[in-house]
Nanobody
Framework: QVQLVESGGGLVQAGGSLRLSCTVS????????MAWFRRAPGKEREFVAG???????YYTDSVKGRFTISRDNTKNTLYLQMNSLKPEDTAVYYC?????????????????WGQGTQVTVSS
């Protein structure tokens, strides 16, 4: 059984920074892909950033140049460094794991999800 737990969310002013973490426990495939999704108020859950088992990274256009996704396989931890935050980044952020090994922007590709962590960016 795989469990993902996010942490690091909070309230920050526009232009500030925040780093999210996601720890993975349990047994999963070695060649997995992980991603961050977010759900803003009144919106559908959307893909933010992903990293595959070869450490190739992918970002949605709105966060390119501001967010950085990375993973530390030794610590079984996924990170999302968020800089130059904007009010439109306000959302609940979820980490997810795809055991098939390839990154995807589709929620259907991820079998395991964390509980989410709230990120609020004020003006």
């Amino acid at each position: 059984q795989v469990q993902l737990v996010e942490s690091g969310g909070g309230l920050v002013q526009a232009g500030g920074s925040l780093r999210l973490s996601c720890t993975v426990s349990g047994s999963t495939t070695r060649r997995n892909a992980m991603a961050w999704f977010r759900r803003a108020p009144g919106k559908e859950r959307e893909f933010v950033a992903g990293v595959d088992w070869r450490s190739s990274t992918y970002y949605t256009d709105s966060v390119k140049g501001r967010f950085t996704i990375s993973r530390d396989n030794t610590k079984n931890t996924l990170y999302l460094q968020m800089n130059s935050l904007k009010p439109e980044d306000t959302a609940v952020y979820y980490c997810a794991l795809n055991p098939r090994g390839r990154t995807s922007n589709s929620t259907e590709s991820y079998a395991y999800w964390g509980q989410g962590t709230q990120v609020t960016v004020s003006s």
